[in-house]
C-alpha cells in the first residue's frame, strides 16, 4: 500500500505529513534535503484518520497545550536507525541530549558519529524529537528544519512558547 500525505501550516512553516496503514511515517519540511527520507509513491488524502490526528497533535505542541504525542508510529529504516530514533522518543519534554549519551542509552558508545547520522535521517522530526540532540558541548548541531528553526523548538518546550523571527 502507498503512503499518503497531507500538508499542514505551522509556526515553522509547512510541514508535509506521511502516514501508511494508520501509523504516521515522516513529517517533511517545506525544503527538505533530496533523499534525506525515502518514502516511495506518496497519495494526497487531507482526510486520512492518522494525518488529520497528527495535525491536531503538533497544533497543539506548537500552541504550547501538549508536550508528548500519542501517535502510531512506523519508522522505516536499518535496525541501527531505528534504535537511534526510538532513544529520541525517550528524551522527556524540554530536555536535550547529546550525541554521546543518545550512543550510550542504545549500548553503542564508540558510534557517536553514526548516531548522529541516524538523527539526521529521522523520518519524523519534531514528534521523535531529534531536535532535542545537541552537540557534546551544548552547541546547536544540524537540524534538517535548520537551526534556527531547532532553537525554536527548544524555546517552545522551555518556555511554553516561542516567536519565529524569519
Not at 49 to 65: D, I, K, M, N, S
Request: charged residues 20%; proline residues 4%; contains cysteine.
Amino acid at each position: 500500500m502507498s503512503s499518503q500525505f497531507k500538508h499542514m501550516s505551522s509556526p515553522v512553516g509547512q510541514l508535509t505529513l506521511v502516514g501508511r496503514d494508520g501509523k504516521l511515517r515522516a513529517i517533511l519540511w517545506a525544503h527538505e534535503r533530496a533523499n534525506r527520507v525515502r518514502l516511495g509513491e506518496l497519495h494526497e488524502a487531507s482526510d486520512s484518520p492518522v494525518l488529520v490526528e497528527t495535525e491536531r497533535q503538533l497544533q497543539e505542541y506548537f500552541a504550547g497545550h501538549r508536550s508528548q504525542f500519542t501517535l502510531e508510529l512506523d519508522f522505516t529504516g536499518t535496525d541501527f536507525q531505528r534504535q537511534v530514533w526510538q532513544a529520541l522518543l525517550t528524551i522527556p519534554f524540554g530536555q536535550t541530549r547529546s550525541y554521546g549519551q543518545i550512543a550510550e542509552q542504545i549500548g553503542r558508545p564508540n558510534a557517536v558519529r553514526a548516531v548522529g547520522a541516524a538523527n539526521g535521517r529521522n523520518p519524523i522530526s519534531i514528534v521523535a524529537p531529534c531536535h532535542r540532540v545537541i552537540g557534546a558541548s551544548g552547541a546547536l548541531t544540524g537540524f534538517a528544519g535548520g537551526l534556527e528553526v531547532k532553537q525554536y523548538l527548544l524555546s517552545l518546550e522551555n518556555r511554553g512558547q516561542a516567536r519565529m523571527d524569519f
